[in-house]
Every structure is written in structure tokens, then in C-alpha cells.
């Protein structure tokens, strides 16, 4: 069954609480939300105006393997329930057919939790200014690119919609949620990524970092929430052509960054054009990566 590109959704049974990025948020009733994750694409915090089909699906999709994957680590957001079941009329169906979650509203932390298993972009960048990322001392001489001794967890805040997230230390992490909190998220964030990225090796991705999202209960028991190392959250390069040194190709949106790096735009809204050649490639990437990890 085809699914239809959604740029933005339009669920009208339901009332829309907001829209991301990416995702558009309906309240279900007291305790559940609808997220429909679209097919917009964001480059340098600027959404494009031009989707990329498939793509919502394929986040969907990937997020759905990990969080199966990984719940005996922590629960997380997924109620089970049907999306096409909490919408009215085949026009909403299919908006969230393959595309929509389900999920309990939970209080998310104020922090994303960042962790990093090799050193690239921001952290590479920091790592040869001041020989650490966000503060954690790390050896002399690494290589862009390199595998680190250990991953490392290197949290940030949660800026205002339209602004850069800000990374921040683990004290700061402490005094926004406490240290037995910030001890619980530094923990789970490095195991969830530890396995992942042990299990995506033996398929042919290195998962160079990634971010994640905890949200808390009513009686205060930490979840995974938003979404779960999905190409737009992660960097995911191919095992095959990975070399210390150089920076790898990513199964994500590199084709569309690497298209707006070479024009004449202040990487600022509204954001250009994405020709057809380049959509194609980007969706082709991201088709990649799910197969990958889920066959």
C-alpha cells in the first residue's frame, strides 16, 4: 500500500497541540497524544519547503524497530494503539497510515541527551579549540572521525522553537533535573546507544552519535520518548567506506546540506528550493538505512 506524501498534516477530528520540525502533535485525550511525523525535511534548523516523500514513514519505521529493540532497557512512549483508530474519515487515515504513533503523554526532561562514540562535526570542532567536548578531557591527537576510547555523554538544552539547542555540562544537567535523575539519563543514554551502535555495526552502519529524548510518568518513571536513533537523529555512516581522517558520507540529509552549501543563502527561513535530483538521492538514503537495519 502506498502512502501518501504529507507535508503537513491536517487531522481535524483531533486538536492539534503544535508542529516541530518534522512532527505534528494531537491530543488524543488525557493521557495520549497522536504524533504524525511528516515528510518535511529541516537543514540548519530551516524547514525546506519542498518534502522529502517516504521519509516520515521511514523515521516511523526505524524509531518503531528501536524502541522494540530496546524496551527491556527502559519503557518509552508506545501505547500500541492503532493510529488509524483514534482519527475519523479515509482522508486522516491515510495522513497517519505508516506514519502515525500513538503515544502517552509524558513530561519530557528539559535536556536532549547526546551520546558520541566517534569524534565529528560540533565535537570535533570544540575537541581542536580546547582538547575536550563540552568539557570532557579527551587524548591528544585524534583524528576527524575517529573512534573514541569510550562513548561519551555530552548533554544540551532544549532551546525555544527557532533556536540552537545549547550544550551544557553534567552539573547543569544536575541542577535542571537533580543528580539521581542526571546519573539515571547519563546511564540509560550511554546503554541505549552502546547497543545500538553494536548492533548496527553488525550491519553495516557505524552510528557515529545520536540524540535522545526521556520524557517522565505520573509516578515519575523515566521513558523513551520523541523519537529513537533514526537518520535524522543520528549520524549513521557506512561501515564499508568509513576511514579515520576524512568525514564520512551519511545515510541522512548530507545530500540536501551539501546542496545548500554551495548556494548563496544565509541559512536562514524561508529555505531555498530542493532541486528533483536532490530529493531523490536524500530519499533513496534514508530508504537505505531502514533496510539495512531492519532486514
Request: contains cysteine; hydrophobic residues 40%.
Amino acid at each position: 500500500m502506498s502512502i501518501p506524501t504529507v507535508y503537513e498534516s491536517n487531522i481535524k477530528s483531533l486538536p492539534l497541540l503544535g508542529r516541530g520540525k518534522v512532527r505534528d502533535i494531537y491530543a488524543v485525550d488525557d493521557d495520549k497524544l497522536l504524533i504524525v511525523v511528516s515528510d518535511r525535511l529541516s537543514a540548519f534548523d530551516v524547514i525546506m519547503p519542498d518534502p522529502i516523500p517516504g521519509k516520515g514513514a521511514v523515521l516511523t519505521g526505524v524509531a518503531n524497530f528501536w524502541f522494540d529493540k530496546l524496551a527491556h532497557i527502559l519503557p518509552n512512549q508506545l501505547t500500541g494503539i492503532d493510529p488509524e483508530s483514534v482519527v475519523q474519515g479515509e482522508e486522516e487515515k491515510a495522513q497517519v497510515r505508516g506514519r502515525g504513533l500513538v503515544v502517552k503523554r509524558l513530561k519530557p526532561l528539559p535536556i536532549e541527551a547526546v551520546a558520541r562514540g566517534y569524534i565529528i562535526g560540533s565535537g570535533w570542532k570544540d575537541y581542536q579549540a580546547t582538547g575536550a567536548i563540552c568539557g570532557i578531557p579527551l587524548p591528544a591527537g585524534l583524528k576527524m572521525a575517529q573512534k573514541l576510547p569510550q562513548p561519551i555523554f555530552t548533554p544540551a538544552y532544549k532551546a525555544e522553537a527557532g533556536a540552537h539547542d545549547e550544550n551544557i555540562s553534567f552539573e547543569k544537567v544536575v541542577e535542571l533535573v537533580g543528580a539521581e535523575m542526571a546519573e539515571k539519563v547519563r546511564d540509560v543514554t550511554l546503554q541505549l546507544y552502546t547497543e545500538a551502535a553494536d548492533y548496527a555495526r553488525s550491519k553495516g552502519i557505524i552510528i557515529a552519535d545520536t540524540k535522545f529524548e526521556f520524557g517522565l510518568d505520573k509516578d515519575g518513571v523515566l521513558h523513551l520518548i520523541d523519537e529513537a536513533l533514526t537518520p535524522d537523529s543520528s549520524r549513521f555512516w557506512p561501515a564499508d567506506t568509513y576511514q579515520e581522517g576524512s568525514n564520512p558520507p551519511s545515510f541522512d540529509k548530507q545530500f540536501v546540506r551539501d546542496y545548500l552549501e554551495t548556494l548563496d543563502w544565509n541559512k536562514t527561513a524561508p529555505g531555498p528550493r530542493i532541486p528533483a535530483e536532490v530529493i531523490a538521492k536524500t530519499t533513496a538514503k534514508y530508504q537505505e538505512a531502514l533496510e539495512k537495519l531492519t532486514k
